[in-house]
């Protein structure tokens, strides 16, 4: 939701990065205020999910060029876990797996670095549990969870549910979620979109990187973003996402060659 | 491999100081008079004599094994001493009279020698460079009738037992490593469980090398009479040299009718530096015989050290219903080399075992794991379940799995599993994005590949072996 007065959260000024030499952001402009959802949508390739891992701080991409701020401080010099300390959250496209540790385990030492940094208290594992207990059924997950290993053996739904969980968990003032809503069935998809919506609050802000449409008719945004070619080349509100859906993303791409609103 | 994986596996080695000692060091080299020389410096008797020379005529007919997935430089067996011991070698009284210098050196190493200190509730066997130099609650184990002392004492107060057990599940020529060793053994412990004793504390030993160009050829036996108990546990260090230093151990273990064995080791030999430069090929032979019905020995390994690990802990299981276990972590990093694992010989009937063997490789480092499960035509209704785990950190290093089965009773049944997985840079970027550093998520990470072996290990000793392996892995991870 778009309020009056808000901070600038993120803040990304002609931002270009590479991996492997080749050059996939080429000018990346974005701001986001706390209280906002964003949702960037565009073609394979366009750029999105390379976007949202590098504010991660996935070593993978390197920035050849602009600068990203995140409540007016240099994101790009931090190391990916002073960033998430910081209160920047990555919903994973492809959850990693990670045999022999149980999620629990695994929540609770996320759980407590960041309340650490925070300068909030620490919970043992009897306190968690209890804690981490009722943030599950938020999201109508299986207490049996908490003992299998982080993602291992998850399906692609109870994957989708465990990255929101830590969403739910780690309270961050930005969260990027990249995909989130794919390989979701409806009622997956009507679960996690649910969690994401309880947990979206005037001091926190949410940018969506997204594919379809589907995934917008649940959590609605503030503004919507198509990126091609490695920037942003048109920003609406929510009724984009709907002509996007309707007429693909050719005709955005030639709009903004030419300068011509191009009508269906 | 990414930088912070780099810094994780690359961790300065804690034990690497030299205690600036006066040792009684026998000159190089190797030959009969060597070992009369050692014999006769421990004063032992004529058939102890025969044995090593019976041991090492037998060595200078054998080939030292190309098999394992090893490689380093020839051994010159004459440019090592095979006598190192600091004096003065009188005999102790109390434990006030070791060197202080000593003392020093194993309050440094963690090691409790002071019965009267906290932490001391294991009994200790101390062994420095090729002597025992202090072994602590013998006179409260002695009370049950638990003989727990060096084996050298061993053979002057006890020699009908040594004498009717030693070589009996190793046989002196039983292979290369073990004719050298029964040829110039010089110390190592003994312990005598007798018939119906638990065992009241865990008894170890700790070994430690001190002397450049010696070798360690250390002998343990261990007996436990029928429906006896013993947890045993062995720790070792060793100076950084940049030249390698070999260590030859024989272990032999016997349970008899009911008896429980369980043998621990924590081994954190000096394993060379990042170049490969340096550290001790440790090169030991291990064996247990289940000679009673019902009898268990079990043996939990956590390799993090040496240059290279040639080592097979295994049970011979020839008493019915016997049961052998094997439990092990390898941790190789750097240049480190590893092959090691077990062999189960099932002799009796519904004969068990287990083999959990855990490889961690990184660096440029190799890990094998060696296992033979072998059911003989007498063993029906044998049971055999092995499980060998892999994980590779980082590009460079590898992991092999050799997995010898053979069965000659078809009422057996034997299992094997085998895994390999990787620390990938991914996962590193995943407990990072939820602002967990990468050491944090390595030792998480071993931890949960290594807990069904670190469950086997008894408290203190399972502690310490999660913190070695996470000083072991600082630097390796990036």
Same mark, same amino acid.
């Given at each position: /939701?778009?309020?009056?007065?808000?901070?600038?959260?993120?803040e990304?000024?002609?931002?270009?990065?590479?991996?492997?030499?080749?050059?996939?952001? $080429?000018? /990346?402009?974005? +701001?986001?205020?706390?209280?906002?959802?964003?949702?960037? /949508?565009?073609?394979?390739g366009s750029?999105k999910?390379?976007?949202?891992?590098?504010?991660?701080?996935?070593?993978?991409?390197?920035?050849?060029?602009?600068?990203?701020?995140?409540?007016?401080?240099?994101l790009?010099?931090?190391?990916p876990?002073?960033?998430?300390?910081?209160?920047?959250?990555?919903?994973?496209?492809?959850?990693?797996?990670?045999?022999?540790v149980?999620n +629990?385990?695994?929540?609770?030492?996320?759980?407590?670095?960041?309340?650490?940094?925070?300068?909030?208290?620490?919970?043992?594992?009897?306190e968690f549990?209890?804690?981490?207990?009722?943030?599950m059924?938020?999201?109508? /997950?299986?207490?049996?969870?908490?003992?299998?290993?982080?993602?291992e053996?998850?399906?692609?739904?109870e994957?989708?549910?465990?990255?929101?969980?830590?969403m739910?968990?780690?309270?961050? $003032?930005?969260?990027?979620?990249?995909?989130?809503?794919?390989?979701?069935?409806?009622?997956?998809?009507?679960?996690?979109?649910?969690?994401v919506?309880?947990?979206?609050?005037?001091?926190?802000?949410?940018?969506?990187?997204t594919?379809?449409q589907?995934?917008?008719?649940?959590?609605?945004?503030?503004?919507?973003?198509v990126?091609?070619?490695?920037?942003?080349?048109?920003?609406g509100?929510?009724?984009?996402?709907?002509?996007?859906?309707?007429?693909?993303?050719?005709?955005?791409?030639?709009?903004?060659?030419?300068?011509?609103?191009?009508?269906? | 491999?990414?930088?912070?994986?780099?810094?994780?596996?690359?961790?300065?080695?804690?034990?690497?100081?030299?205690?600036?000692?006066?040792?009684?060091?026998?000159p190089k080299?190797?030959?009969?008079?060597?070992?009369?020389?050692?014999?006769?410096?421990?004063?032992?008797?004529?058939?102890?004599?025969?044995?090593?020379?019976?041991?090492?005529?037998?060595w200078?007919?054998?080939?030292?094994?190309?098999?394992?997935?090893?490689?380093?430089?020839?051994?010159?067996?004459?440019?090592?001493?095979?006598?190192?011991?600091?004096?003065?070698?009188?005999?102790?009284?109390?434990?006030?009279?070791?060197?202080?210098?000593?003392?020093?050196?194993?309050?440094?190493?963690?090691?409790?020698?002071?019965?009267?200190?906290?932490?001391?509730?294991?009994?200790?066997?101390v062994?420095?460079?090729?002597?025992?130099?202090?072994?602590?609650?013998?006179?409260?184990?002695?009370?049950?009738?638990?003989?727990?002392?060096?084996i050298?004492?061993?053979?002057?107060?006890?020699?009908?037992?040594?004498?009717?057990?030693?070589?009996?599940?190793?046989?002196?020529?039983?292979?290369?490593?073990?004719?050298?060793?029964?040829?110039?053994?010089? =110390?190592?412990?003994?312990?005598?469980?007798?018939?119906g004793?638990?065992?009241?504390?865990?008894?170890s030993?700790?070994?430690?090398?001190?002397?450049?160009?010696?070798?360690?050829?250390?002998?343990?036996?261990?007996?436990?009479?029928?429906?006896?108990?013993?947890?045993?546990?062995?720790?070792?260090t060793?100076?950084?040299?940049?030249?390698?230093?070999?260590?030859?151990?024989? @272990?032999?273990?016997?349970?008899?009718?009911?008896?429980?064995?369980?043998y621990?080791?924590?081994?954190?030999w000096?394993?060379?530096?990042?170049?490969?430069?340096?550290?001790?090929?440790?090169?030991?032979?291990?064996?247990?015989l289940?000679?009673?019905?019902?009898?268990?020995?079990?043996?939990?390994?956590?390799?993090?050290?040496?240059?290279?690990?040639?080592?097979?802990?295994?049970?011979?299981?020839?008493?019915?219903?016997? @049961?052998?276990?094997?439990?092990?972590?390898?941790l190789?990093?750097?240049?480190?080399?590893a =092959?090691?694992?077990?062999?189960?010989?099932?002799?009796?009937?519904?004969?068990?075992?287990?083999?959990?063997?855990?490889?961690?490789?990184?660096?440029?480092?190799?890990?094998?794991?060696?296992g033979?499960?072998?059911?003989?035509?007498?063993?029906?209704?044998?049971?055999?379940?092995?499980?060998? =785990?892999?994980?590779?950190?980082?590009e460079?290093?590898g992991?092999?799995?050799f997995?010898?089965?053979q069965?000659?009773?078809?009422?057996?049944?034997?299992?094997h599993?085998?895994?390999?997985?990787?620390i990938?840079?991914?996962?590193?970027?995943?407990?990072?994005?939820?602002?967990?550093?990468?050491?944090?998520?390595?030792?998480?990470?071993?931890?949960?590949f290594?807990?069904?072996?670190?469950?086997?290990?008894?408290?203190?000793?399972?502690?310490?072996?999660?913190?070695?392996?996470?000083?072991?892995?600082?630097?390796?991870?990036?």
């Open positions: /939701m778009i309020y009056q007065d808000s901070k600038i959260l993120l990304v000024r002609g931002l270009h990065a590479t991996v492997n030499g080749i050059e996939i952001l $080429k000018g /990346m402009e974005l +701001s986001v205020r706390s209280g906002e959802v964003h949702a960037i /949508m565009g073609p394979n750029g999910s390379t976007f949202a891992k590098l504010l991660a701080g996935h070593p993978a991409y390197e920035v050849s060029g602009g600068e990203v701020r995140f409540e007016g401080k240099d790009l010099e931090l190391a876990e002073a960033r998430a300390r910081a209160g920047v959250f990555l919903g994973f496209q492809y959850p990693i797996e990670i045999p022999g149980a +629990s385990q695994f929540l609770r030492l996320a759980y407590n670095t960041v309340q650490a940094e925070r300068g909030k208290e620490e919970l043992d594992p009897l549990d209890d804690f981490v207990r009722e943030k059924k938020l999201l109508e /997950m299986n207490p049996d969870f908490l003992d299998r290993s982080v993602n053996g998850f399906s692609g739904g994957k989708k549910r465990n990255e929101i969980l830590q739910a968990l780690l309270e961050p $003032k930005l969260a990027i979620l990249d995909e989130t809503d794919s390989g979701l069935d409806i009622d997956a998809l009507r679960i996690v979109a649910g969690g919506n309880q947990l979206a609050h005037k001091d926190n802000a949410i940018v969506l990187v594919h379809y589907r995934l917008l008719n649940y959590i609605v945004p503030d503004y919507v973003h990126m091609e070619a490695g920037r942003i080349i048109k920003t509100g929510k009724e984009l996402a709907l002509e996007l859906e309707e007429r693909g993303y050719d005709w955005v791409g030639a709009e903004a060659q030419t300068g011509v609103r191009v009508t269906p | 491999m990414s930088t912070a994986l780099q810094n994780l596996v690359n961790q300065p080695y804690q034990h690497g100081f030299v205690t600036d000692i006066e040792s009684d060091v026998a080299g190797l030959s009969e008079d060597t070992i009369r020389l050692i014999s006769g410096k421990k004063d032992e008797p004529e058939w102890l004599l025969e044995l090593r020379l019976k041991a090492y005529r037998q200078l007919t054998m080939e030292e094994p190309r098999w394992p997935n090893v490689k380093y430089p020839k051994i010159d067996f004459q440019a090592i001493s095979y006598y190192s011991a600091p004096k003065p070698k009188n005999k102790l009284a109390s434990m006030d009279e070791v060197d202080p210098e000593l003392l020093r050196t194993f309050e440094k190493l963690g090691v409790p020698m002071n019965e009267r200190a906290k932490l001391a509730g294991v009994a200790v066997d062994i420095f460079d090729s002597v025992s130099v202090a072994t602590t609650y013998k006179a409260k184990l002695a009370e049950v009738g638990i003989i727990f002392c060096s050298s004492e061993a053979v002057r107060e006890h020699p009908e037992l040594v004498r009717k057990y030693l070589g009996s599940v190793v046989p002196v020529g039983d292979n290369y490593y073990a004719a050298l060793n029964s040829a110039v053994f010089t =110390d190592g412990s003994f312990c005598f469980i007798p018939k004793v638990k065992c009241p504390m865990d008894l030993t700790y070994f430690r090398i001190n002397t450049q160009d010696s070798g360690q050829f250390e002998r343990t036996l261990i007996i436990a009479e029928e429906g006896a108990s013993v947890s045993y546990l062995e720790g070792c060793a100076p950084k040299f940049d030249t390698n230093q070999l260590h030859a151990a024989v @272990v032999e273990l016997v349970a008899l009718d009911d008896a429980d064995i369980k621990s080791t924590v081994q954190n000096y394993a060379g530096d990042e170049n490969g430069l340096g550290g001790i090929y440790n090169f030991v032979t291990k064996r247990g289940c000679k009673g019905v019902n009898s268990r020995i079990s043996w939990t390994q956590v390799e993090t050290g040496s240059a290279i690990t040639w080592k097979y802990p295994s049970c011979v299981l020839r008493g019915d219903n016997s @049961v052998g276990e094997f439990y092990s972590v390898a190789t990093n750097h240049h480190q080399q =092959d090691t694992g077990t062999k189960m010989i099932h002799l009796g009937k519904n004969t068990r075992s287990t083999i959990v063997s855990k490889g961690i490789s990184a660096g440029q480092s190799n890990n094998s794991y060696r033979l499960v072998r059911i003989a035509p007498t063993a029906a209704g044998a049971r055999n379940y092995s499980q060998c =785990d892999s994980m590779l950190i980082g460079r290093c992991a092999n799995t997995p010898y089965i069965v000659n009773n078809p009422s057996a049944k034997v299992e599993e085998a895994s390999t997985s990787k990938g840079e991914d996962q590193l970027f995943y407990f990072a994005q939820r602002g967990i550093g990468a050491e944090e998520a390595v030792s998480m990470i071993i931890n949960g290594c807990k069904d072996v670190f469950q086997q290990l008894p408290m203190e000793f399972a502690v310490e072996a999660t913190k070695l392996l996470g000083l072991k892995l600082e630097g390796s991870v990036g």
